[in-house]
């Protein structure tokens, strides 16, 4: 499945990684590789909770990229 992040760094210089479509699915890391893998596994976690709780999951995205010309 493949899910949206968002990544960004704190006034500490510090990774935060952030799943917009799963709520609450948040993670760190002091590299930004260190934060990808540690949303990944935030994300897993919170998928093997929804299906615990008989939530629904939510579908992964899929994603086109475009690029646009600006005169």
């Known amino acids: 499945m493949k ?3 968002v990544i960004g760094q704190d006034e500490d210089g510090i990774f935060i990684a952030e799943c917009p479509s ?3 699915c948040i ?4 590299t930004r590789r260190e934060a990808l893998q540690n949303i990944q596994d935030a994300i897993k976690g919170y998928l093997e ?3 615990k709780h008989n939530e ?3 579908p992964s995205i ?3 990229i ?3 010309a600006i005169e």
């Open 22 to 24: 799963l709520p609450g």
């Open 3 to 5: 899910y949206r992040i």
């Open 27 to 30: 993670s760190q890391g002091k």
């Open 49 to 51: 909770s929804l299906k």
């Open 66 to 68: 475009v690029e646009v």
């Open 62 to 64: 899929e994603e086109e």
């Open 56 to 58: 629904p999951v939510l």
